[in-house]
């Protein structure tokens, strides 16, 4: 495939067109080749190929405002093969981005996609975050996303990861934030499992500023013989620091979820609280839907797909 | 067994727990007529419409369920509902983040937009408002019945099983309901009321009263209404399912 044929290749497998308008900024990565490169006024983006990935520098300069959501597309379209994406992603003061990245491994059999991010997020800015798996039927994909956040005062930062669509094979997440004072941070991430499908997360917050604000938010369906694994720790040292961890699981089959919820509070003006749930799907659910003529694995699919949406989430 | 009969349920045991629930219960449905199922609360209307259909813990029973004169004795809820029968709960499921949109489309043969919003208009509720809502506790109870209704518009079916179709249900959204019942007999479709309600049971064609899991009288909506509406008399029946 030449170089517009992937292009198109990647996005039809997200179910999505290529970007066409000029004011929307976006970057298509294939393997260790960077594809594409659109930019617009404010956004900086520096790419080098690495062996088996890419090392890329994105900044958002001081005061720049970028309206449309900037669009990232990774993947990898063979069966088999390592991607390495090494990120470094700076928001200046007062700037403001929204991605929408897209990790797309359709053919997977045997594939590692490793992020490592460094993202610091200057005063006053907002950094939004979308990051949307679409993987094949196989679940031959170790996926290994890794992150270390830094908002500074009043920065705001919103991170959603969805993992819906195809096997997740094995994830491994391992998230890290630190937050100064007024800012206010929001991680939430949506899995589901099936077959032997293993998922890890790890996601820790330090609310070290006063009045920063944290939530971290998991739903995980897991099914067949899937195992999932959720720890949430959430810490406060400062006064008026308030945070949240809430960690919403389905098991079906012979699947096995543990979720464990840590808050730690160092200081008496702060507040955190969770909330952990731990459920099946219903058999009235179920059956509504089979009614209608749903077999019991689509009835299920539609159900948890609901429980997953953004929609279903306890905003 | 009448040649007429789309439905037929053959001398019906079922038990549940300790309690027979359906005694030697027998009746017949006849295709694109509306018929009507009275009885007190605990005759075993909505039993009889689980078992009909199939549903998880009501499986185990004696007797015959003839669908266009074939057992579904051994099917599964999906396998009856590709056969054509559905059902509408007494109390609908809730769904989180699930759209009313996904959730008409799910069953529905033609899943087109302007199906799904037509559905909704036939039930009297705004596609506007109502199509990217999900199907969860924000919704009350009646306004679920509606989209439970309209997503069985859209599935077409041979034969639908309404349990209690007016409860929780405000007086101007029940004509809506019967609009979509009547919508439902005009393409052919055969309904199965459950109530005890007389102004439900008016809508009917035939009627069944039951009691105790019995069948106590069947015929014309006017016989089993004065029957009905005397409370039972002249039934003795205390209704009180026996202790096996
Ligand atoms: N799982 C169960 N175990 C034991 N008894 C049950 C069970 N489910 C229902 N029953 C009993 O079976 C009887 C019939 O219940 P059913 O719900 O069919 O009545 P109904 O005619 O639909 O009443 P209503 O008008 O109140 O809806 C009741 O006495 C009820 O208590
Ligand atoms: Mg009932």
Redesign the interface.
Known sequence: MNRDQLINALYESIGEACVTDPGIAHIEIHANKVLGVHLVEGLEIEADELKDGIRATLVVKKNTKIDQPVRICFGLMQKTGIQKIDMNIRLEENARVAIMASCTFPNAEEIVHTMDADIDIGKNAEYIYLERHVHGTEGGINVVPKAKIHLHEGAKFRTDFELIKGRCGKIDIDYEADCERNSYLDMVARISGRADDRILINERATLRGDGAHGVLRTSIAVRDRAKAEIKNTLVATAPNARGHVDCKEVVQGEAIANAIPIVEVHHPKAHVTHEASIGSVDSKQLETLMSRGLSEDEATDLIIEGLLSPEGQPF | MSQKSILEIKDLVLNLGEKRILDHLSLEIWPGHIHAVVGPNGAGKSTLANTI?G??GYLDFDGDILFTKKTVKEF???E???QG???A?QE????????VR?FIR??ADDKSEQNCRHALELVGLDPKTYLSR?VDRTLSGGERKRI?LA??LT?EPKLVLMDEPDSGIDVEALEKIFDAIQYLKNKGTTILLITHSTTVLEKADHAFLICCGQLIEKGSVDKIMQYFGQKCIPCDHKNEPKTE
């Not at chain 2, 609908?92 to 759209?99: D, N, Q, V």
């Open positions: 259909m549903l998880k599964s809820v999906d009856r509902a590709r029968i559905t059902m709960w609908p499921a809730r769904y989180e983040g699930l759209t996904s799910a069953g999900a439970e997503s069985i599935m």
